[in-house]
């Protein structure tokens, strides 16, 4: 049973266009995450919702949007994308925020801008 | 300020012990994390440690923690060939937004 998703594993597109991510969590956790991780495996906090509402927004462009329809889903919009944006994005969900609770990851998305 | 470092790379022979150090630098963190990613995988958390602790061992895994210093390392008995992978550490950060901030990660590779 996989705890959470993202699609599509793989995402390759071209400069200026937009593109999303999804992510579901069948854990029933409150609490989660967008990271990116970059080509030297920087791992960053981007966003963080808990109970749809957003708690964390790291200074991310306007371009990045993310969207809860519900506790179980957190997908990642990106408007205009840029070559810079290509990393691989993890989501990630924890019951609580994040200071007395596990985090658990998803597989990653790999997004490739040319 | 909100920074956590730790060397790029570690080599070891296989079975012998592997020690991965971290530092950091918020002395408000709460816990303090080792997770491990896999080639092509996600993150999976290994062990955490609370920060009124000094030490934590879970099977072959020890944890020790210098508050101090800052400074916090991940000791692998035994390695083995399926422990190779990049172990990040992370620390909770209290003083804003609850969040958690990773270090930069450790390559482990194992030598026969």
């Known amino acids: 049973d996989t705890a959470v998703s993202q699609t599509p594993k793989y995402l390759v597109t071209q400069m200026g266009n937009d593109k999303s991510i999804k992510c579901e969590q069948n854990?029933?956790?409150?609490?989660m995450y967008w990271y990116k991780q970059d080509s030297k495996k920087f791992l960053k906090i981007m966003f963080s919702?808990?109970?749809?509402?957003?708690?964390i927004n790291e200074t991310v462009p306007n371009r990045f949007s993310p969207k809860s329809p519900d506790k179980a889903h957190l997908n990642l919009h990106i408007n205009s994308l840029e070559l810079g944006d290509s990393a691989v994005y993890f989501c990630?969900?924890?019951?609580?925020?994040?200071?007395?609770?596990?985090?658990?990851f998803g597989p990653g998305t790999r997004l490739t801008v040319l | 300020g909100e920074d956590v470092e730790q060397s790029l790379f570690l080599s070891v022979r296989e079975g012998d012990s592997s020690v991965i150090n971290c530092t950091y630098t918020?002395?408000?963190?709460?816990?303090l994390y080792w997770y491990k990613q896999e080639p092509g995988a996600g993150l999976q958390l290994l062990t955490y440690?609370?920060?009124?602790?000094d030490m934590k061992q879970d099977q072959r895994l020890t944890v020790l923690l210098n508050k101090k210093d800052k400074h916090l390392s991940l000791r692998i008995a035994d390695t083995q060939t399926g422990d190779s992978a990049i172990y990040f550490c992370?620390?909770?950060?209290?003083?804003?937004?609850?969040?958690?901030?990773f270090g930069s990660g450790t390559r482990l590779s194992i030598r026969p």
């Open positions: 854990l029933g956790h409150d609490t």
């Open positions: 440690i609370f920060s009124n602790m």
């Open positions: 992370a620390e909770s950060i209290v003083s804003s937004a609850s969040k958690i901030i």
């Open positions: 918020d002395s408000s963190s709460t816990y």
């Open positions: 990630a969900s924890s019951q609580e925020p994040p200071i007395t609770d596990t985090q658990y």
């Open positions: 919702y808990n109970n749809k509402e957003l708690i």
